[in-house]
Nanobody
Framework: QVQLVESGGGLVQPGGSLRLSCAAS????????MGWYRQAPGKQRDLVAEVDTGDRTSYKDSVLGRFTISRDNGKSTVYLQMNSLKPEDTAVYYCCVRAKPSLGYVRDYWGQGTQVTVSS
């Protein structure tokens, strides 16, 4: 199994910045794509950004130029640097890691979610 622990959410004023982290742990697993999703109240969960094993990244249009996703393979960690935050960025943010445990199949693993609130 693969466990994910997220950190870094909180309350920030419009225009501010936050950095989310998601660390994967377990034994003998291989990580493929890593990404961040978000879900606002009453809305579906949407992909915000993802990074593949070749460090190729993709972003939701509304965060392009403001958010940056990165990964540290040595630490099995994915980050989301969020700048110029807007009230519409308010949501619960979830990390998602596509991984294969030593005994098992490739599947997506989800973090517990971290609240990001952008408000004055």
């Amino acid at each position: 199994q693969v466990q994910l622990v997220e950190s870094g959410g909180g309350l920030v004023q419009p225009g501010g910045s936050l950095r989310l982290s998601c660390a994967a742990s377990g034994s003998g697993f291989s990580i493929y794509a890593m990404g961040w999703y978000r879900q606002a109240p009453g809305k579906q969960r949407d992909l915000v950004a993802e990074v593949d094993t070749g460090d190729r990244t993709s972003y939701k249009d509304s965060v392009l130029g403001r958010f940056t996703i990165s990964r540290d393979n040595g630490k099995s960690t994915v980050y989301l640097q969020m700048n110029s935050l807007k009230p519409e960025d308010t949501a619960v943010y979830y990390c998602c890691v596509r991984a294969k445990p030593s005994l098992g199949y490739v599947r997506d693993y989800w973090g517990q979610g971290t609240q990001v609130t952008v408000s004055s």
